[in-house]
């Protein structure tokens, strides 16, 4: 070993021998078999859909409408739209209204996750590829 060879201080790799078959660039992980990619016949479980399904938006949606309603009922007392006892029964059957469409939203949500985890834990099975 010549002394460009040695390590310095700055330097916590040693030069790579290029003949070396395991040869990696200095700062560079050395892959294993393969080179990092999978071995034939290896299935990858689907990614598990963190995001909320189209119908969880709606409800989210509906419940914000339901919300804003709520708010705009004073400007609805105003205009005479309303009258002081009907915008009170419209108020609690607008905030019922919209906490059911949350709840119901995240509970799609809740479900939609939990179905794409199971079927993302059961791929390399579906197809036969396990040994279950």
Known sequence: MTQLDQPTATDTHPTPDPAHPNHAHPGHARL???HGRPEPGHVHPAPVDNAPPTR???AGALAALACAACCALPLLIAAGVL???G???VE???LA???GLVAAGLGMWWLHRRRSARRAAAGG???GGCAC
Do not use: M, N, Q
């Open 92 to 94: 609690r059957t607008l």
């Open 32 to 34: 294993g078999p393969g």
């Open 125 to 127: 099975c579906a197809d």
């Open 87 to 89: 915008a009170a029964i």
């Open 56 to 58: 969880s938006k709606v």
């Open 83 to 85: 009258t002081g006892a």
């Open 97 to 99: 209204v919209s906490a």
